[in-house]
């Protein structure tokens, strides 16, 4: 009887170990997964990216993968892939050769009107007031750690053509003209 409880004991011990050890496989396969498809996004998210799709590529069905990426990473992947997007448009937007419409299409967007809708709702302000604010703080910047810069040269660093325009939206968006800010 004695040799019989350790035997037991040995076997439910061994039994736990292993549905331990195929619970930890499973859950860094999961996690595996989860980062692979991150990665995918991360490379590709210019692409016109489906669920589906994803979901094809590391071979489990839309609904499971679903529910594996949102246990990943706390979100569902279309907000996954919206906030890479719109992380990137903001890196481009800081760019001033680029207008909005171009980047629109270099972060996945056929559509301006529908990716400003999107930019606001993560962002909380259009892409225009963005790309406004970025090209103000910048130039700013310029005036502040190069005071014999002439505003002409500000204009063109920051993004704009037109150095009358330039001076409008400055004096608009910081309240003095600048060749006044200091």
Excluded at 24 to 32: K, L
Excluded at 62 to 79: D, R, V
Excluded at 126 to 133: D, E, G, N, Q
Aim: charged letters at 30%.
């Amino acid at each position: 009887a004695g040799d019989m409880n350790a035997l037991r004991h040995w076997f439910i011990g061994k039994t736990r170990e292993i549905c331990e050890n195929i619970s930890t496989f499973r859950e860094r396969e999961n996690e595996n997964v989860v980062s692979r498809v991150k990665g995918y996004i991360n490379e590709n998210f210019v692409k016109d990216i489906s669920l589906d799709d994803v979901s094809r590529l590391v071979d489990i069905s839309p609904y499971y993968f679903s529910k594996l990426f949102k246990q990943g990473t706390g979100e569902n992947f279309i907000e996954y892939l919206t906030r890479t997007r719109m992380r990137q448009a903001c890196v481009c937007l800081r760019n001033p050769d680029y207008s909005i419409k171009q980047i629109c299409a270099m972060v996945g967007y056929s559509d301006p009107n529908y990716f400003s809708r999107i930019f606001k709702k993560y962002v909380g302000l259009s892409p225009s007031r963005y790309l406004t604010k970025i090209r103000m703080e910048k130039a700013c910047q310029l005036i502040k750690n190069h005071p014999e810069i002439q505003v002409k040269e500000v204009a063109d660093q920051v993004g704009y053509k037109d150095i009358h325009y330039f001076s409008k939206v400055f004096r608009k968006e910081m309240g003095v003209w600048p060749s006044e800010y200091k």
